[in-house]
């Protein structure tokens, strides 16, 4: 079963999807808490299938310093931290200061708290202040501000560093028509035109769950 509803694509055939999640193994406690976190408070996550590719991503890259644009109550975060090891940084960021709050203590069950640094505040602005570039910048802000998340992350990555955005199938509906009033579709469907004529970028959309795409700052 899809633990929480929120993990489904909303595009791939159900039986399809609880097939790929039935494929994952059991997560440990602390993760399994904010799952559960997650699913009875209705907070968004990118879920064990797209955690597993970021975890990979951040392996086979060499990942050591990371930004996250939009970190909530630190799930990704976690993820991320382990991935890269004890001698990471990991700049955590979310404007709610409760969501913060709340990460802190899962960051410390984890044990990764040392290597985790908590900014409260617009992640746009946090990522052009905090002083030098970055391996890993992943980016799951609200959607609308897609394009800009972009035009402020890339000057923070360095040459060959992996920019990685969530929800760039945003359920399905990006690939179709969006109304003029439908702000975070439309963010999401220019933060994507965008991304491929990049000359500076070389972006893969992967349609894992709600769409993840992988970009590579040449
Ligand atoms: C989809 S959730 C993040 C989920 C998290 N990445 C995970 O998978 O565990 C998006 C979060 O970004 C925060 N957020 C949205 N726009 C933001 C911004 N411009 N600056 C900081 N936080 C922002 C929201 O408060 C929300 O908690």
Known sequence: ???????????????????????????D??????EKYA?????????P??????MLLVQISGTKRIFEMGSAIGYS????????????EVFYTDGNPENARRAQEYFRAAG?????RVQVGDALELVKKTAGKFDFIFN????????DAMRAALPKLKRGG???TDNTLWSGKAARPAAGDDKNTRGVQEFNRLVYASKELFPVLIPLRDGVTVCRKN
């Open 1 to 27: 079963m899809i633990r929480s509803e929120n993990l489904r694509s909303g595009y791939i055939q159900d039986d399809v999807e609880e097939y790929l999640y039935r494929l994952l193994p059991e997560r």
């Open 29 to 34: 406690a602390v993760i399994g808490e904010i």
């Open 39 to 47: 699913e009875e408070h209705r907070v968004p996550i990118i879920g």
């Open 49 to 54: 299938a797209v955690a597993r590719l970021m």
């Open 77 to 88: 975060t976690i993820w991320l931290a382990r991935a890269a090891g004890p001698q990471a």
């Open 112 to 116: 990764v708290g040392k290597r985790i």
């Open 140 to 147: 799951d802000v609200d959607k609308h501000q897609y394009p």
């Open 162 to 164: 992996l920019f990685v």
